[in-house]
């Protein structure tokens, strides 16, 4: 299991920037909460940022 870190991208209303390993991914809120559940965006609209616990499978989705 890694941990995923997500904010905002600043200046949009739906882009959800990831961080994981060095990487640097941006998506939509939409697509973040498919893949990760709802309550990924919830903590993330809440707080403005989240810390997702993700594993392999899920790290294959982003790419």
């Known amino acids: 299991m890694q941990e995923l870190s997500c904010s905002w991208v600043p200046g949009t209303i739906d882009v959800v920037r990831l961080k994981i390993a060095g990487r640097t991914i941006e998506m ?21 940022s989240a810390r997702i616990r993700v594993d392999a499978r899920q790290i294959a989705l982003l790419t």
Do not use: M, P, V, Y
Request: glycine share 10%; net charge positive; aromatic share 4%.
């Open 28 to 48: 939509t809120s939409t697509r973040l909460a498919r893949l990760f559940g709802r309550q990924a965006l919830q903590d993330l609209q809440l707080k403005g």
